[in-house]
């Protein structure tokens, strides 16, 4: 099922707001604005922040503030916090999305299909039976702005 892991090879690239640099640096920054760039909650070593070209519905990325390129390269806080946040990412999709699984998932360097490959981040997107065919009918189709505006919005509440 190679539909399942196609995501992760479109990841979270937003060269607008990254012409050079790292776009996660940019976001754990804080210089932008959380609302307009859709980070739903900053902890001490990570933020969670919904995936600009999400592949379903209620995506969203674990991501440490610190440009680290392999998991094994963070510290155990930074590693503790990150599964912490992972977990609660898992509870609030569940809650909100009802959806029939989730998937949660990380791809370490180019080869694996990381968008973004020198600073990781933990997927965590909600699943419904059929969505796969869904998304290959659709055949590269985005989600529209409006959707991601409405997921931000019933997300935001639940990561306070
Ligand atoms: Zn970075």
Redo the contacts with the bound molecule.
């Keep these: 099922m190679q539909h399942l892991w196609s995501p992760w090879r479109s990841d979270y690239i937003n060269r607008a707001l990254a012409p050079s640099g ?1 776009v ?2 940019e976001l ?1 920054s804080g210089q932008l604005d959380d609302a307009a760039t859709f980070v739903l909650l900053r902890a001490e070593f990570n933020f969670v922040v919904l995936n600009r070209y999400p592949y379903t519905s209620g995506h969203v990325m674990v991501v440490p503030n610190e ?1 680290i390129a392999t998991l094994e390269a963070a510290g155990e806080e930074v590693a503790a916090e990150m599964f912490r946040l992972t977990r609660l990412a898992e509870k609030n999709l569940r809650a909100l999305y009802k959806p029939g699984g989730i998937n949660l998932g990380m791809n370490i360097g180019e080869s694996a299909g990381a968008g973004v490959a ?2 990781i981040h933990m997927h965590v997107l909600p699943r419904w039976t059929g969505d796969v065919n869904f998304m290959t009918s659709v055949g590269g189709t985005r989600v529209l702005p409006e959707d991601l505006q409405k997921s931000y919005e019933k997300l935001k509440p639940a990561f306070q």
């Design positions: 790292c996660f640096c754990a440009h020198d600073h």
